[in-house]
């Protein structure tokens, strides 16, 4: 009986250190790895906001429009973010490489899974980047124009433009992650039929007469004082 | 450059002392009338050289060239002429590429080039005030006086020609230091070595092809120091615009093509203190003017509208004081629609500072541009309360005060041109003010 038990005993504390043997070494460097990153990470963001001169990024994060997409009562430093983007790939890179150092076939998976994804997600990151200065151009531009054209509710026109190119924009980016892509391109044809649908309606219940009218008298806009506006030049 | 049938026009008149241009679109009112005043000038004022009239079309379609064509002079013993005339030759071509009156006016250039001109002289299809003196008045000085560039000086109505009187005028003086006083008047006198210049241009398919291009000529001729001076033509009455034209595309060009040549030519206006006066050619009298109508109170709430839905996009371009200052003549506007005022300084900083925003943001310059439509029209409200009640010469007193308020302002511009670059000014956050309109 005391043998049966030290003999489990005995196995128990092998199996443990067959363990131990196995995962702590990986796990020590893993952690002095992801530890090493985060220095590197630290005295790289530090030298690159003390070193580097991002002043053309700067300009051209103003000159393209790029500012006013991220805070536009504020012009958009470039350096910290240009910083903190490294630090945080320097981050990932030791995090992986520390992941990699167990050597299994879960943490492999893991790694390759994350290294297969990232360049998706970097494209899909910059298409809704792209998208939504896209869709900031576009709505400025409608906002402009509807109120330059004295139209109702410029603000709810420029609004709908950007949703729409918002929206277009996160449509792509699923479609390229592969990511629930179905749901979305029914959303997007539901949401363009839907706009198309009660566009033609608003057309043709409410518009008609005015429309008509508008028809009928083409002259009507430049007379007396329609004219006014623009006969300054 | 030209097309095909103003090739074999030019091969047949082989050669012409003078051209003079007639840009049109759908003019056929008013171009008989234009035509007929250019052959009488031709006629009276230069017998003994070769001349051309070269009406340039952009596809009218209400019988434009067709009244080119007819027009003549019914009885020559009218211009009580005792010596030989030279045929006065008329022309009626199309014109290729982007529509506009830049485009009309580049093939104008193009075929006196290759007629050898030594003048030439462009003139507005519109217009109903021309006479044979305009002709006399464009070309002389630069046949007989050695000037390069002759622009119009003219009596207008008060509420006619606000773009010139509100920017165009006050900033290309401002900046450059000579008081031309119609910078965009659309009639000129050009002489062959200034055409030639414009014609080795590569901007011609910019806004320069459309309205921009009068303030175009005017610029390059200030800028790069040809001799310029202006001649007294009398009234300018005119049509109306194309009731299709856009006043915010017309805005953008004109304004878009003076912001565009202030970064071509900074090297100049930077050096520039003041102003002074151009020779002016002509014998000044005092004529009846068209009224021009205007509504107050549809620009008032235009310029209303603007600060309420479009403050974000000026915040963009206005320093922060700046903004300030026009949300508290918002406010002053929406308590007194009829008393209220944009002060001259403080419209030549915006006007100011839109300049170095279309330097510095060259993807938002279309909105910027068009988003001054709103604050112009406000800047006119503000013009026609305060002269309600003036008469001509004591509202040309007052363009002048705005000319004063824009030289004064220039340390201003200096000062703001050159932190483009630098450390950028955070865009000022607009007040928060309630506007109802």
């Known amino acids: ?233 | 450059m030209l097309t095909e049938e103003a090739r074999r026009a030019v091969a047949q008149l082989k050669k012409a002392d003078i051209v003079i241009g007639i840009p049109s679109y759908n003019n056929a009112r008013t171009i008989g009338h234009v035509v007929r005043a250019a052959q009488a000038g031709l006629a009276k004022y230069f017998p003994q050289l070769s001349s051309v009239i070269i009406n340039s079309d952009g596809g009218s379609r209400d019988g434009t060239q067709e009244a080119v064509l007819k027009a003549s002079i019914e009885d020559p013993r009218l211009l009580l002429l005792n010596t030989p005339l030279l045929p006065v030759h008329k022309l009626s071509l199309p014109y290729h590429g982007i529509p506009g009156k830049g485009s009309a006016f580049r093939m104008i250039f193009a075929m006196a080039r290759e007629l050898g001109a030594s003048a030439c002289a462009v003139v507005d299809a519109d217009l109903r005030s021309i006479t044979p003196e305009w002709v006399d008045l464009l070309v002389r000085p630069v046949l007989h006086a050695g000037y390069d560039f002759v622009a119009p000086y003219y009596h207008r109505h008060k509420y006619d020609g606000t773009i010139t009187n509100s920017i165009v005028y006050p900033l290309t003086r401002a900046l450059y230091g000579l008081r031309v006083r119609q910078p965009i008047g659309g009639d000129f006198g050009i002489a062959r070595r200034l055409f030639l210049r414009y014609l080795e241009r590569n901007d011609w398919e910019t806004d320069v092809a459309r309205y921009g291009i009068d303030i175009w000529m005017t610029t390059i001729a200030i800028a790069e120091g040809y001799q310029v001076c202006q001649s007294f033509l009398g009234a300018k009455l005119h049509d109306a615009k194309d009731p299709a034209a856009d006043l915010t595309a017309m805005l953008q060009q004109v304004v878009g093509s003076v912001f565009t040549l202030m970064r071509e030519y900074e090297h100049v206006w930077r050096k520039v203190e003041g102003s002074r006066p151009v020779d002016l050619f002509g014998f000044r009298f005092d004529v009846g003017l068209d009224p021009v109508p205007v509504n107050l109170e549809r620009m008032t709430k235009a310029f209303l509208t603007g600060y309420r839905e479009l403050r974000e996009i000026w915040s963009l371009a206005l320093e922060k004081s700046n903004l300030e200052a026009l949300a508290a003549v918002c406010r002053q506007a929406e308590q007194n629609p009829r008393g209220w005022r944009l002060p001259d300084d403080l419209w030549a900083r915006i006007v100011m500072d839109f300049a170095c925003a279309h330097r510095r943001m060259p993807v938002e310059r279309t909105h910027l541009l068009r988003s001054l439509t709103p604050l112009y029209l406000g800047r006119v409200a503000s013009f026609v309360m305060e002269t309600e009640t003036m008469i001509s010469s004591e509202v040309e007193d007052r363009i002048e005060q705005l000319c004063l308020a824009f030289e004064a302002a220039k340390p201003y511009l200096l000062e703001r041109w050159d932190s483009v670059g630098k450390s950028q000014t955070a865009p000022a956050q607009p007040a928060p003010v309630e506007v109802r309109t």
């Open chain 1, 1 to 233: 009986m005391i043998g049966t038990l030290s003999e489990i005993l005995e196995q128990s504390l092998q199996r443990l250190a067959t363990t131990a043997k196995t995962y702590v070494p990986p796990l020590l460097a893993a952690l002095v790895i992801f530890v090493a990153a985060w220095l590197i990470a630290t005295v790289v963001r530090a030298a690159f906001l003390r070193l580097t001169k991002t002043a053309w990024l700067d300009r051209f994060v103003v000159e393209s429009g790029l500012s006013s997409l991220f805070g536009r009562n504020r012009p958009l430093e470039t350096a910290p973010l240009v910083a903190g983007v490294i630090y945080w790939l320097i981050l990932l890179v030791g995090l992986l490489t520390g992941l990699n150092a167990f050597n299994t076939a879960l943490t492999t998976k893991m790694v390759e899974a994350v290294v297969f994804l990232l360049p998706k997600l970097a494209a899909a990151g910059l298409i809704l980047l792209a998208g939504v200065w896209l869709a900031q151009y576009l709505a400025r531009s409608a906002l402009i124009w509807a109120v330059n054209e004295n139209l109702p509710q410029p603000r709810r026109i420029a609004a709908a433009v950007r949703v729409l190119i918002v929206f277009v924009a996160v449509v792509v980016a699923a479609d390229h992650l592969n990511f629930a892509r179905t749901v979305f391109l029914a959303a997007f044809l539901l949401v363009v039929g839907g706009m198309v649908l009660a566009g033609s309606i608003a057309l043709g219940l409410s518009a008609h007469e005015a429309l008509k009218r508008r028809l009928a008298e083409p002259a009507h806009s430049g007379d007396g004082e329609e004219k006014s506006l623009w006969n300054h030049l």
